[in-house]
């Protein structure tokens, strides 16, 4: 597959999520919004930071809350929200130490971190009766989670940002010719959330379904872009 052929395969899942987004509940300003994010140039410039991105994003929407970072891994991108005062914690069944540094965009340049820093971290499946504790619930790439995070956040009114990349463990597939994206979108909208498309520019599946649920957002034109 050429990177061209890539492109538009990826542009026609988005427009097909959005399509799907659309049909629901959500509210045209959010979703104009959200979509607004990356201009059509600078996608070509995929870049490899994707925790740096989000967590860059996040906080240019969403004020600070309870967010849980599902399916974290090794933290990092937990770790750059804690830093900017939200209090985040990951929900990982496998527990792995933080990486011991990451590159800070501000700067310029890899910022170690101290081996005394943590997260808070559960070290259990993700399951929705946890959509109690938080405000805000992230997979970013996460396994076996994407269904059980729309019921949580339609159980307890939590906002929710999915990356879904592969489909593991969870308890439906898409039909052949129906992305996975449009599956999530399609279930999302099926549980009554306003749920919203966007993308950030890092390598791999970089297609985001953001639902803000009752999270506060950051008021339009205030800006607060954080430096990393
Ligand atoms: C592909 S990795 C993604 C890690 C990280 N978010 C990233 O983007 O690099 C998937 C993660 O999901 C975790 N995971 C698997 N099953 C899970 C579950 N039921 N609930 C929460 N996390 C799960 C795995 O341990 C793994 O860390």
Redesign the pocket.
């Known amino acids: 597959m050429t990177r061209q052929h890539d492109r538009e395969a990826t542009q026609s899942v988005y427009d097909r999520v959005a399509r799907i987004c659309a049909a629901g509940s959500a509210d045209p300003a959010l979703a104009a919004r959200f979509s607004a994010e990356i201009q059509p140039g600078e996608l070509r410039k995929m870049k490899k930071f ?2 740096q991105l989000l967590a860059r994003w996040l906080t240019t929407h969403f004020e600070p809350c309870r967010v849980a ?6 933290g990092l ?1 937990a770790y750059l929200l804690q830093r900017r005062g939200w209090q985040a914690t990951v ?4 527990r ?1 130490d933080l990486p011991d540094k990451f590159k800070d965009f501000a700067l310029n340049r890899r910022v170690k971190i101290a081996s005394a820093e943590r997260v808070p971290h559960m070290d ?4 929705p009766s946890l959509g109690r504790y938080f405000d805000l619930l992230v ?7 994407n269904a ?1 995070v729309i019921d949580a956040a339609a159980t307890f009114g939590c906002g929710f940002v999915l ?1 879904p ?2 489909v ?2 969870e308890p439906f597939y898409p039909v052949i010719g129906v992305d996975w994206l449009e599956c999530v979108a399609d279930y999302a909208v099926y549980k009554g959330h306003a749920v919203y498309p966007f993308r950030i520019n890092f390598k791999g599946q970089n297609i985001g379904l953001v639902a803000p649920g009752r999270c506060e957002l950051v008021e339009l034109g205030r800006t607060n872009v954080p430096a990393y």
């Open positions: 994707r925790f970072d599902i399916g974290g891994g090794k991108f929900i990982d069944p496998v792995q259990r499946p993700f399951d997979g970013m790439h996460a396994h076996g989670s059980m990356f990349c592969c593991i463990d």
